[in-house]
């Protein structure tokens, strides 16, 4: 499923911090494939702002937080079956570390997919420490830059000092560094948007850290997609 030699073939920015686009991971029909069975099961909606950053989606685990098997799998299509025992494998764990340059071998990984609805963002901000680095991945087949949703690689804190935007469609996926400097933002989706906006975080973490997004303890409600986040 996953092309690794475009990882291996990519070179990683270095302004304002390290950060690459990874375009064409799969093959035109495995793009297909992959957004037009994007999960919409086992589901929890996630509301709030934190003063830096507002948000509100519905977030489903792929793969579990150091995991070895794939979140509910038998509620995937073959496509996304095969996507995540790609990013299980050790191949995917190697060209990620040969891109960055980082010791990822002992890094736990944690894999959560997104669907962010009308209203939804995220202001400028810095991902948590713990957070060695991130591969986002979008499964949108078609997206426009009115629609909003696109991810803003930020030169600082404001949110109006843009390197580059990044269009969420299937064929761009983004890794992202984590530093002090790793500023970056997700415009707001506009209010008529009828589709959500699709994307996948692959997160390796520090040794010893603990999902934030499925803590120890939570018992979530989960579901199906609701209206505010699908297509109408």
Excluded at 64 to 92: Q, V
Aim: overall charge neutral; proline content about 5%; glycine content about 8%.
């Amino acid at each position: 499923m996953l092309d690794l030699s475009r990882i291996h073939s990519q070179k990683l920015a270095t302004v304002p911090f390290k950060w690459a686009v990874i375009d064409k991971l799969y093959s035109a029909a495995d793009a297909k494939a992959l957004s037009q069975s994007y999960p919409q099961d086992n589901l929890k909606t996630v509301i709030g702002n934190d003063g830096e950053k507002g948000y509100r989606y519905q977030v489903r685990s792929l793969i579990h937080m150091g995991a070895e098997g794939i979140t509910n799998i038998d509620r995937l299509s073959f496509a996304w079956r095969a996507l995540a025992a790609d990013l299980l494998d050790p191949g995917y764990r190697h060209a990620m570390s040969s891109l960055t340059g980082l010791a990822l071998a002992n890094a736990p990984m944690e894999v959560n997919l997104f669907h962010y609805g009308p209203g939804a963002w995220l202001g400028p901000h810095l991902d948590l420490k713990e957070k060695i680095m991130t591969h986002v991945l979008y499964f949108n087949e078609d997206w426009s830059k009115s629609s909003g949703g696109c991810l803003n690689i930020l030169r600082s804190g404001d949110a109006t000092d843009i390197e580059a935007t990044i269009l969420p469609v299937v064929e761009n996926s983004v890794v992202l560094v984590r530093s002090e400097s790793s500023w970056h933002s997700v415009s707001r989706v506009v209010a008529n948007q009828q589709m959500s906006r699709r994307s996948v975080n692959v997160i390796f973490h520090a040794p010893g850290s603990i999902s934030t997004m499925w803590p120890p303890g939570d018992v979530p409600v989960l579901g199906g997609l609701t209206r505010d986040a699908a297509e109408t």
